[in-house]
C-alpha cells in the first residue's frame, strides 16, 4: 500500500466498497465504505470523541466538516441540521465519492462533498468541525487551519479533535498565538486520549489570518 495514503487525492489501490455499521445522530445505518480512505472499518475513536462532545450545530447557514473521510462528521451534521448547507471537504476524491454516496443512502440533499479549491471563496461557515489529518505533517496542517478557520463567521465556533500523543497541547498553543485577537481557544473535553478543542471568532473581528 505505499504511497496510498487517506491524504492521497487519488489512492492508487483499486476501490474495493463494502458496507458499514454505525450508529449516526442517534441512527443505526448501513453506510458504505472503501479502502484507501481514512478509518474505513469503523467510525474512528477520534471522531467518535469530537461527535460526542461537541453541542448541537446551527439550523442554518453553511456548516463545514474538514478532512471528511467517507463522511461520519458531515453526514451528522447534515442529520442535525437539515436546513443548512453542509461542506465535506477532503483532497481524497474517493474519500468524496463515498459521502455523496452516503449521502444518497441517508436521503440527505444538504451535503457537499467537495475538493477544497471548489469551495467558493464567499463562502462563511457557521461552525468548523474537523478531525483533522494530523500525520499530514505540521507545515500541511498549520497551512490547512489557517486557510479555513478564518472562514468561520465571527461569534461561531471550530471543533478540533486532536490526540494528547500526537501533539494536541502544542497545537493548542500553536492556535493561541497564531490567531491571537481574533480567536479564543480552551480544551473543550478531554476523553479516551483525545483533546476536544473549542475555537471561538471574537465578534468583531473579520480579517483574515493566512490566505485563502
Given at each position: 500500500?505505499?504511497?496510498?495514503?487517506?491524504?492521497?487525492?487519488?489512492?492508487?489501490?483499486?476501490?474495493?466498497?463494502?458496507?458499514?455499521?454505525?450508529?449516526?445522530?442517534?441512527r443505526d445505518?448501513?453506510?458504505?465504505?472503501?479502502?484507501?480512505?481514512?478509518?474505513?472499518?469503523?467510525?474512528?475513536?477520534?471522531?467518535?470523541?469530537?461527535?460526542?462532545?461537541?453541542?448541537?450545530?446551527?439550523?442554518?447557514?453553511?456548516?463545514?466538516?474538514?478532512?471528511?473521510?467517507?463522511?461520519?462528521?458531515?453526514?451528522?451534521?447534515?442529520?442535525?441540521?437539515?436546513?443548512?448547507?453542509?461542506?465535506?471537504?477532503?483532497?481524497?476524491?474517493?474519500?468524496?465519492?463515498?459521502?455523496?454516496?452516503?449521502?444518497r443512502i441517508?436521503?440527505?440533499?444538504?451535503?457537499?462533498?467537495?475538493?477544497?479549491?471548489?469551495?467558493?471563496?464567499?463562502?462563511?461557515?457557521?461552525?468548523?468541525?474537523?478531525?483533522?489529518?494530523?500525520?499530514?505533517?505540521?507545515?500541511?496542517?498549520?497551512?490547512?487551519?489557517?486557510?479555513?478557520?478564518?472562514?468561520?463567521?465571527?461569534?461561531?465556533?471550530?471543533?478540533?479533535?486532536?490526540?494528547?500523543?500526537?501533539?494536541?497541547?502544542?497545537?493548542?498553543?500553536?492556535?493561541?498565538?497564531?490567531?491571537?485577537?481574533?480567536?479564543?481557544?480552551?480544551?473543550?473535553?478531554?476523553?479516551?486520549?483525545?483533546?476536544?478543542?473549542?475555537?471561538?471568532?471574537?465578534?468583531?473581528?473579520?480579517?483574515?489570518?493566512?490566505?485563502?
Amino acid at each position: 500500500m505505499s504511497g496510498d495514503h487517506y491524504f492521497s487525492s487519488s489512492p492508487e489501490s483499486e476501490a474495493r466498497t463494502r458496507p458499514l455499521h454505525v450508529q449516526l445522530s442517534g441512527r443505526d445505518v448501513e453506510l458504505v465504505t472503501a479502502n484507501g480512505v481514512f478509518s474505513p472499518e469503523r467510525i474512528d475513536t477520534g471522531t467518535g470523541v469530537l461527535l460526542a462532545n461537541t453541542p448541537t450545530p446551527p439550523p442554518g447557514g453553511h456548516l463545514l466538516d474538514l478532512g471528511c473521510g467517507w463522511g461520519p462528521v458531515a453526514l451528522t451534521l447534515a442529520l442535525e441540521s437539515p436546513r443548512a448547507t453542509v461542506w465535506a471537504v477532503d483532497v481524497n476524491e474517493r474519500a468524496l465519492e463515498l459521502v455523496r454516496a452516503n449521502a444518497r443512502i441517508l436521503g440527505l440533499d444538504n451535503v457537499n462533498a467537495a475538493l477544497p479549491d471548489d469551495v467558493p471563496d464567499d463562502v462563511r461557515f457557521m461552525t468548523v468541525w474537523s478531525n483533522p489529518p494530523i500525520r499530514v505533517g505540521k507545515n500541511e496542517l498549520h497551512g490547512l487551519l489557517t486557510r479555513w478557520l478564518p472562514r468561520l463567521e465571527p461569534g461561531s465556533d471550530a471543533w478540533l479533535v486532536v490526540q494528547r500523543n500526537l501533539g494536541s497541547d502544542s497545537l493548542h498553543r500553536w492556535l493561541q498565538t497564531t490567531f491571537d485577537g481574533d480567536f479564543s481557544f480552551i480544551r473543550a473535553a478531554t476523553s479516551k486520549g483525545y483533546r476536544v478543542l473549542r475555537g471561538r471568532r471574537r465578534v468583531g473581528n473579520t480579517g483574515a489570518v493566512g490566505t485563502v
